[in-house]
């Protein structure tokens, strides 16, 4: 008994894991802050695939400070983070996931701030709804955004039903 514990728990923590350890895709940056001698400021867009449900893509912008701390890794980036997610594909769910499960983390400072991208159903509408935040272990933020992705049929196939796909 004790071992489909550790097995179910070791499995649980490689899965959440798997989503948090994704490299996003740098798609493009674009300067908006010249610094002399330094890196500029930069708006850059990433894309990610979501890593639970196939068929599902999500862009991002994030600021990235330049300057000595931003060459250095240690300026604290933040928080106005927009994002974009769409069906790129029929959808495919690989297992089952709550709601609010994290799809992407990252870190937004040296310590403390990170940005997350977490996920949920709408199984009355049968649309995926995702939210990007950042947050702090004493103060969080409440800057986020938000994107839904209807489940739409992909060529012949049906889409899946996002509520069969919710743990309980």
Known sequence: MLA???????LALAATTAA?????D???KKSTVWRALTPDDKLAVYGIDDPVVEGV???YTTPERGGIAGTFG?????SDIS???RQVGPVKFKQKFGQGDVVFSERRSLIFKKMQIVRGCDAKRNT?????YSDRPIEGSPKNSTSSVPLMPWGTEVPPKCGEWMNS
Do not use: D, K, N, S
């Open 4 to 10: 489909r514990i550790a097995l179910g728990l070791t």
């Open 20 to 24: 948090v350890a994704q490299e996003p």
């Open 26 to 28: 740098l798609i493009f």
């Open 57 to 59: 893509a999500c862009h």
């Open 74 to 78: 240690v300026a604290e980036e933040v």
């Open 83 to 85: 994002l974009a997610c």
């Open 128 to 132: 995926l709804v995702y939210m990007v």
